[in-house]
T-cell receptor, first 114, second 114 residues
Framework: DAGITQSPRHKVTETGTPVTLRCHQT?????MYWYRQDPGHGLRLIHYSYGVKDTDKGEVSDGYSVSRSKTEDFLLTLESATSSQTSVYFC?????????????FGQGTRLTVV | AQKVTQAQTEISVVEKEDVTLDCVYE???????LFWYKQPPSGELVFLIRRNSFDEQNEISGRYSWNFQKSTSSFNFTITASQVVDSAVYFCALSGGGSEKLVFGKGTKLTVNP
């Protein structure tokens, strides 16, 4: 199995509080992604990174920010959590887009905003 | 823009039936990659297959087979003699040569009944 660890695995937080989710990889892969999974929507890309300090927005980036200060860590921050951000969040890593290598996924983080 | 459409939201079959999951994609790239992932009830995302746009050969892996047709922009997945363990949500995904993004369809939930 690819070395990807998401933390925390479960979190309940209150509306308006900041939340940070962490994705840690041991594969030294260049590309890292954050997705959210919601019923009826499948997996939607939030943000992705193509290198240290190189990030870009996905299709549902509003309300989220990311940071990547080291190859192995990709942080997703909800600055002020809202109930619409209740979801399951997946981190993924990929070695290279040019080779079309597959993405490997973490176990997911279930976030509930009350 | 890249887009993946999985028109079948849910499919229910009886064990040993064959079942085909449809995937239609849109991209302007001439080089792109298509993927299938499986998400069993336990929640993890499992990579199944990757195909590039230059290889239209069908692929078979045990009971699984994939039919890639560029003329119809489709990458369909067939499970032969389905089993209860095949029950899962299946996602089709697309990565274009000009983008680092991996775009997913909304998924098809397959239920195989004994």
């Amino acid at each position: 199995d690819a070395g990807i660890t998401q933390s925390p695995r479960h979190k309940v937080t209150e509306t308006g509080t900041p939340v940070t989710l962490r994705c840690h990889q041991t594969e030294n892969h260049r590309y890292m992604y954050w997705y959210r999974q919601d019923p009826g929507h499948g997996l939607r890309l939030i943000h992705y990174s193509y290198g240290v300090k190189d990030t870009d927005k996905g299709e549902v980036s509003d309300g989220y920010s990311v940071s990547r200060s080291k190859t192995e860590d990709f942080l997703l921050t909800l600055e002020s959590a809202t109930s619409s951000q209740t979801s399951v969040y997946f981190c993924a890593i990929s070695e290279s887009r040019f080779l079309g290598t597959e993405a490997f996924f973490g176990q997911g983080t279930r976030l509930t905003v009350v | 823009a890249q887009k993946v459409t999985q028109a079948q939201t849910e499919i229910s079959v009886v064990e040993k039936e064959d079942v085909t999951l449809d995937c239609v994609y849109e991209t302007r790239d001439t080089t792109y990659y298509l993927f299938w992932y499986k998400q069993p009830p336990s929640g993890e995302l499992v990579f199944l297959i990757r195909r590039n746009s230059f290889d239209e050969q069908n692929e078979i892996s045990g009971r699984y087979s994939w039919n890639f047709q560029k003329s119809t922009s489709s990458f369909n997945f067939t499970i032969t003699a389905s089993q209860v363990v095949d029950s899962a949500v299946y996602f089709c995904a697309l990565s274009g040569g000009g983008s680092e993004k991996l775009v997913f369809g909304k998924g098809t939930k397959l239920t195989v009944n004994p």
